[in-house]
């Protein structure tokens, strides 16, 4: 049921996104809200019926929660992104922050945290007894950094494609957006430092609140490993050629890769070798995941 719930959100989610560069104006502004609902929806309703209600009530509360109050404190003071202010074309705002902008951190924390554990080994067991198996301390250390690292990447990099299209819409305007990277002029650099910093904070509190079940991928996971690549791919593609802003395409395309392309290679060479952990075995818990 997991499986077939998200690959069916997902699908939805795809076809809004197809949308996107079909409308303009009032159209296209009630399409983001819509796609990032979408995004909520389908990355809290996988956690919550593959790993059950802690998992959800973490990530609901390190990336929904997190976001709020990130985005308010950054609306009010500056810190950590830089000065900036919405516009009304989101939505209903508290704080001066529009109530769907913490559920697009949601969205793609979720994909980009289980991307990261699929690429530092956290595979289920599967009846067999292959899998994950047990280090050293030191070994242990250095997955947990490498995890955190490669989920913080993952989820800040996806703002080098999401800045430029959302400030190009007008949804957000930065008062100074100096100093700024090359070809991305009207977003200062401070932006992207604030999401490496916050995402490595909301990285690493998600592991302990949400507790082991955060620690491993299976079978259950691909409409997030999907979603995670759709993002990645897609992006480059409207970016360079639909929505005319090939500075963020390239820009995009090079940060994402550090996850998305040794995650691609990773899924190619299990589909390739038979990799037995793609038919990892799960273990049932009652009212979640009861069914598939």
């Known amino acids: 049921m997991t499986r077939r719930i998200s690959w069916t959100l997902l699908a939805v989610l795809v076809l809004a996104q197809i949308c996107y560069p079909l409308t303009t104006g009032a159209t296209r502004a009630g399409l983001t809200v819509a796609t990032v609902v979408l995004g909520w929806l389908l990355s809290v309703g996988h956690a919550l019926l593959s790993r059950g209600p802690r998992v959800a009530a973490a990530l609901v509360a390190v990336a929904t929660g997190g976001g709020f109050a990130i985005e308010a404190i950054g609306v009010a003071t500056g810190v950590p992104f830089g000065s900036y202010d919405y516009s009304g074309e989101l939505g209903p705002k508290l704080a001066g922050v529009p109530l769907i902008i913490p559920l697009a951190w949601t969205w793609m924390a979720w994909p ?5 554990v699929r690429l530092t080994g956290g595979r289920a067991a599967t009846a067999n007894g292959s899998g994950t198996t ?102 480059i593609l409207a970016h360079a050629v639909f929505l005319d802003l090939p500075a963020s395409a390239l820009w ?41």
Do not use: K
Not at 112 to 116: G, H, T
Not at 165 to 171: R, T
Not at 265 to 286: F, I, K, M, S, Y
């Open 112 to 116: 980009a945290w289980l991307a990261a």
């Open 134 to 235: 047990a280090g050293g301390s030191g070994s242990t250390v250095g997955r947990w950094v490498g995890r955190i690292a490669l989920a913080t990447v993952g989820l800040a990099a996806w703002d080098l494609f999401l800045d430029p299209q959302m400030v190009a819409e007008g949804y957000w305007v930065w008062r100074d957006a100096t100093p700024a990277l090359p070809g991305l002029a009207g977003i200062p650099v401070s932006n992207y430092l604030g999401w490496l910093l916050f995402a490595v904070l909301m990285m690493s509190a998600l592991r302990p609140l949400a507790g082991p079940a955060a620690e491993h991928t299976d079978r259950r996971d691909h409409p997030m490993v999907a979603l995670y690549l759709w993002t990645y791919f897609s992006s």
């Open 252 to 292: 995009g395309a090079a940060g994402m890769s550090v996850t998305a392309v040794p995650l691609t290679v990773t899924l190619l060479r299990a589909r390739r070798g038979g990799d037995p952990g793609r038919e990892a075995h799960q273990l049932h818990r009652p009212g979640v995941d009861a069914t598939r």
